[in-house]
């Protein structure tokens, strides 16, 4: 492992495919200035952008380009980093890398140093590496791959603030208070004597408590950062003809789902990621609930219908207005619900739809997809049921992970807290607790991880980043 973070590493940074200008990028711990005089033909200056032609073994120029060369440990990686900024030609572009790469081999073999050669990074790795040389911790490396993923506006302001170091920001202030308790209690144990007495003077158990209140705000702000990059998954449910689809097409204001009078018109489950708000809803319209049909390919959509059911966040169960009060389509219904019994209930949303056409029982949500009346309504019921608050100033992206984290933090703060209150507290297992508390939190931004979760998460990132 150590030794592959001392190669040299090269990537394509820029998109795939055509653009007008594409960047190769190097990074390396050795010094870059053989390769530099190599495909440049002179040295560069320190962080100045250089006019000049990019040439091949043998001198014969494959482009004319900005040449950019970042000593360590000044650069994005933290080691020195040549970036060679050319026509964006997929053609162009392979050419340079496959220069980078022939002229590191040709300079080892020259210099009998195996490590001037060049190979190709791996997915993540150029943000693996500033991570490692510390100049971005965990949260701000995931931040990263979440601003380049980002979906909506929201999201992407989001990551950026959190690639700042919010979220670092606010776990580090957290992991100060928490050291500082943690210095107490274990200062405390090596006088045995007045330990609690010790503790209670220092106002130990307050600063414990008031810990406990922080961290539950940061744990609400990242729940809605990770909202904001993860979305919730909504399905469409009910029987036939209820008016899922024209749902789908509604929130998604597209025509994606076919619309016709016919029962069983949709099949198969149809996605569309939508936003409201800047929060990203995975919305899937299913196929009518019906357990009659004598058709093969609607039995399947159904039963595909109800898996979808099951992996769900939000279940919008529809009913239709019009035909509320006739025997067979109650009786159907009431079927389907029967079966939803065995899903949470806050995860179900009741939606009585085709308002125009009847009125909705007292207190429950009318919707009409042909007058577009209830529907504003039905967005900020979404929201709502999905657990969003309306947008925190200094929101930042975060991931389930992180949440995770959190919440064991908060396990090991508890547990603390109860150990303190009893008589006689053991306080050796008073400070266990804090210790587990502090390395779930360290987990975060990467004070304490495993190299198998580091491997996770760099190796979901693109290439040249
Ligand atoms: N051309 C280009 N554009 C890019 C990047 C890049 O690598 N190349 N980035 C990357 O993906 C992002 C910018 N990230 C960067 C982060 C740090 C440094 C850097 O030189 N840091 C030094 C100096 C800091 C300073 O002068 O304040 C350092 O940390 O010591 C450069 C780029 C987005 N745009
Ligand atoms: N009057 C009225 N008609 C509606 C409304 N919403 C949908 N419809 C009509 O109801 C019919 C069925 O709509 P769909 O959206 O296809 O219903 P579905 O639930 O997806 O149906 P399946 O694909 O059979 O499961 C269509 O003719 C729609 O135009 C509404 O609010 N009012």
Not at 56 to 62: E, F, K, S
Not at 173 to 198: C, G, H, N, S, W
Not at 235 to 246: C, E, I, R, Y
Request: a negative charge; one cysteine or more; charged letters at 25%.
């Amino acid at each position: 492992m150590l030794a592959r973070h001392a190669d040299p590493i090269a990537a394509i940074a820029t998109a795939p495919g055509r653009g007008a200008v594409g960047i190769v990028r190097v990074s390396s711990p050795q010094d870059l200035a053989p390769l530099i005089e190599a495909v440049c033909g002179r040295a560069l200056k320190a962080r100045e952008a250089t006019y000049l032609p990019f040439r091949d073994a043998d001198g014969a120029p494959i482009d004319q380009g900005l040449a950019l060369y970042f000593p360590a440990p000044h650069s994005y990686t933290g080691e020195h980093v040549l970036e060679l900024q050319a026509h964006g030609g997929a053609v162009v572009m392979q050419l340079l890398l496959a220069r980078v790469i022939e002229a590191g081999e040709a300079i080892g073999e020259r210099t009998e140093q195996a490590g001037a050669r060049v190979r190709l990074a791996e997915p993540g790795e150029f943000t693996q590496r500033a991570f490692l040389n510390g100049k971005l911790d965990l949260a701000q490396a995931e931040a990263v791959a979440d601003l380049i993923d980002a979906s909506t506006e929201t999201a992407a302001r989001s990551a950026s603030r959190a690639l700042g170091g919010a979220l670092s920001h606010e776990v580090g202030v957290l992991r100060d208070q928490l050291i500082q308790l943690r210095m107490l209690v274990e200062a405390t144990l090596d006088f045995p004597e007045e330990e609690i007495d010790f503790l209670e003077k220092a106002d130990a158990f307050g600063r414990l408590d008031r810990l406990t209140a922080q961290l539950s705000a940061v744990q609400a702000r990242t729940r809605q950062g990770a909202l904001l990059r993860d979305g919730l998954k909504v399905v469409l449910a009910g029987q036939p003809n209820v008016g899922k689809s024209s749902l789908l097409n509604a929130l998604a204001g597209a025509e994606l789902a076919i619309v016709t009078p016919i029962p069983g018109t949709t099949r198969d489950k149809v996605s569309q990621t939508i936003q409201i708000e800047g929060v990203p809803l995975h919305i899937t319209d299913t196929a009518g609930l019906r357990d009659d049909t004598a058709d093969e390919v609607e039995r399947i959509g159904v039963s595909r219908s109800w898996d979808a059911i099951a992996d769900a966040d939000v279940v919008l169960f529809l009913h239709d207005l019009g035909r509320l009060g006739q025997a067979d389509y109650e009786a159907e219904d009431e079927r389907i619900r029967a079966r939803l019994a065995a899903v949470e209930s806050s995860r179900i949303v009741q939606v009585f739809n085709k308002a125009d056409l009847g009125a909705a029982p007292e207190g429950e949500i009318a919707l009409s997809l042909k007058t577009g009346d209830g529907l504003e309504a039905l967005r900020q019921r979404l929201l709502k049921t999905a657990g969003w608050q309306a947008v925190p100033e200094g929101l930042f992206i975060a991931r389930e992970r992180h949440v995770q984290a959190l919440a064991r933090t908060a396990e090991h703060l508890a547990l603390a807290r109860a150990i303190a209150e009893q008589r006689d507290a053991a306080l050796d297992l008073l400070a266990e607790e804090l210790r587990l508390a502090h390395d779930a939190l360290g987990e975060i931004t990467g004070a304490f991880s495993a190299d198998e979760l580091l491997g996770v998460i760099f190796s979901s990132f693109c290439i040249g980043k």
